[in-house]
């Protein structure tokens, strides 16, 4: 699904993946579930590119359904997956987290559960290597991606800023679908280990001038970044 000229989505607002196109290659935002695979090589077909065209994977965090096939891409195909310091024992199954649930709503579950079960999320492949980053780092890849530590959702949750794809990747530190619920419009995520701190973490993105704030749930959003926090604020006011 092409959302803008070096901008383009895999999966669905249930759980995406997001792909930066350049002249350079490609870099993956986030690696969704296993199952999900095909629609990689779709996607990349339509472009006239291949899995060899991907330069590295960004996690926007490590929680299961973000780690997907990043290890099939690093084991296979040595691509580099890169993910925040703090969150690296996580993306390797070292840590396991049990995350408090909050409000649930039947359809909203009922929704999730199934489409990852079609999508080989009930399964989580673990990484095995990473490569740490920082906050603050910009990465030797398509779309000079810049990292920005949000702490909260996890300890190690990040937004990748790309001007070139005009858009702020932004995992669960926020969603547009909420994967229990199935509520759509900007609100918190849930499954956050602070919300207190990821909901001061917004503040990091708020001033950026993107038209695109992209989520790991939910739908694209394209009414820019202070937008969607004032939404959130407002939602939790």
């Known amino acids: 699904m092409k959302l803008?000229?070096?901008?383009?989505?895999?999966?669905?607002?249930?759980?995406?993946?997001?792909?930066?196109?350049?002249?350079?290659g490609v870099t993956l935002i986030d690696a969704g579930l296993s199952g999900q695979w095909p629609e990689l090589i779709s996607e990349l077909t339509s472009l006239g590119l291949s899995?060899?065209?991907?330069?590295?994977?960004?996690?926007t965090h490590g929680d299961s359904d973000h780690l997907g096939f990043a290890e099939r891409l690093r084991r296979d195909h040595q691509v580099p997956i890169f993910v925040h310091a703090a969150d690296a024992a996580r993306a390797r199954g070292e840590i396991k987290t049990k995350p408090t649930w909050g409000?649930?709503?039947?359809?909203?579950?009922?929704s999730f559960f199934w489409y990852a079960s079609r999508k080989g999320g009930l399964k989580t492949t673990y990484l095995t290597?990473?490569?740490?980053?920082?906050?603050?780092?910009?990465?030797?890849?398509?779309?000079?991606?810049?990292?920005?530590?949000?702490?909260g959702h996890s300890p190690g949750s990040i937004a990748i800023?790309?001007?070139?794809?005009?858009?702020?990747?932004?995992?669960?530190?926020?969603?547009?679908r909420h994967v229990l619920t199935g509520e759509n419009g900007p609100?918190?995520?849930?499954?956050?280990?602070?919300?207190?701190?990821?909901?001061?973490?917004?503040?990091?993105?708020?001033?950026?001038?993107?038209t695109w704030v992209l989520p790991g749930h939910g739908t694209p959003w394209n009414q820019g970044a202070g937008e969607i926090v004032r939404r959130i604020e407002s939602h939790r006011s």
């Open 4 to 24: 803008g000229p070096q901008l383009h989505r895999i999966g669905s607002d249930i759980v995406a993946v997001y792909l930066i196109v350049t002249d350079e």
């Open 51 to 59: 899995v060899a065209d991907i330069r590295g994977v960004i996690l």
């Open 103 to 110: 409000k649930v709503k039947l359809g909203g579950i009922t």
């Open 129 to 151: 290597e990473v490569n740490t980053i920082e906050d603050g780092q910009v990465l030797d890849l398509p779309g000079a991606p810049r990292i920005i530590g949000l702490p």
């Open 161 to 176: 800023h790309s001007a070139a794809a005009d858009a702020v990747f932004v995992g669960d530190a926020l969603t547009t």
């Open 187 to 210: 609100q918190p995520a849930p499954f956050t280990d602070d919300p207190a701190q990821a909901a001061a973490s917004l503040a990091k993105i708020a001033e950026l001038d993107v």
